[in-house]
């Protein structure tokens, strides 16, 4: 299971193995946990491990950050099957670049953290169709990702604090492969819109306990060009 500050974002699609329905932007990360086994009964939807991103947050001071990567074509080699079919290598990047900010909404009370994140994924595939040798081709997939993440955090009194934490990504796909044995005609464009909402109040319940109670939902809009791209999976 995939989850977001305790909080589940797991793509339930084909029996809850499609990873997270949102991925989580890179400079919003403070921690993260990785749970294989005994993991506690906060935990679930999962026999085989936890995965959870815990997010950064606001303070009395106003912080920020900026990244970028960029790799292309030319940085690396020809993939090995292109290769053996002697066929050339696809115009492939990928670009990763976003920044973030955080501080004070009112000091020593309320803060907030945003973060977005762009990501340009041109990822070369190469095409074997064994019954149609004049389709084989070295091919590529693109992915145009906007990663939005903004938290709130309100500490009401020395006892109490909520928070709220927002998640979207688009990830609109122009050219979509899904397999190495399909025709072009088989695949068509996608638009997928994901976002997760968490929720959470925390209080100090005498000197030896402490309560969390934290809700959050978690959706996709998704749109295939092609009506039958999914038929008969």
Do not use: C
Not at 47 to 63: A, D, E, L, M, P
Not at 88 to 98: A, D, L, R, S, V
Not at 157 to 162: G, M
Not at 186 to 211: C, F, H, K, P, Q
């Amino acid at each position: 299971n995939y989850t977001r500050d305790g909080s589940t974002t797991k793509d339930t699609s084909k029996g809850g193995n499609g990873g997270a329905q949102a991925r989580v932007p890179v400079e919003a990360v403070q921690e993260f946990h990785l749970l294989t086994s005994q993991f506690d009964a906060e935990y679930g939807l999962a026999s085989g491990g936890i995965v959870n991103s815990v997010s950064k947050q606001g303070t009395n001071q106003y912080h920020g950050s900026a990244f970028a990567f960029f790799q292309d074509q030319r940085m690396s080699a020809l993939d090995y099957f292109a290769k053996k079919e002697g066929l050339e290598e696809p115009p492939t990047k990928q670009q990763q670049f976003g920044g973030t900010l955080g501080g004070p909404i009112v000091r020593d009370r309320a803060h907030y953290f945003a973060s977005i994140e762009r990501v340009i994924l041109d990822g070369g595939v190469t095409i074997k169709v064994p019954s149609r040798p004049d389709l084989t081709r070295s091919d590529f997939e693109i992915s145009r990702v906007w990663n939005t993440f903004v938290r709130a955090d309100h500490q009401v009194n020395a006892n109490n604090t909520y928070g709220m934490r927002w998640l979207r990504e688009t990830s609109p796909q122009p050219i979509q492969i899904n397999a190495t044995n399909h025709t072009p005609t088989r695949y068509e464009a996608e638009t997928d819109v994901d976002w997760t909402v968490v929720g959470n109040l925390s209080s100090v319940i005498g000197s030896t306990r402490v309560n969390t109670f934290r809700v959050s939902a978690v959706k996709e809009d998704v749109f295939f060009g092609n009506p039958r791209f999914n038929a008969g999976e």
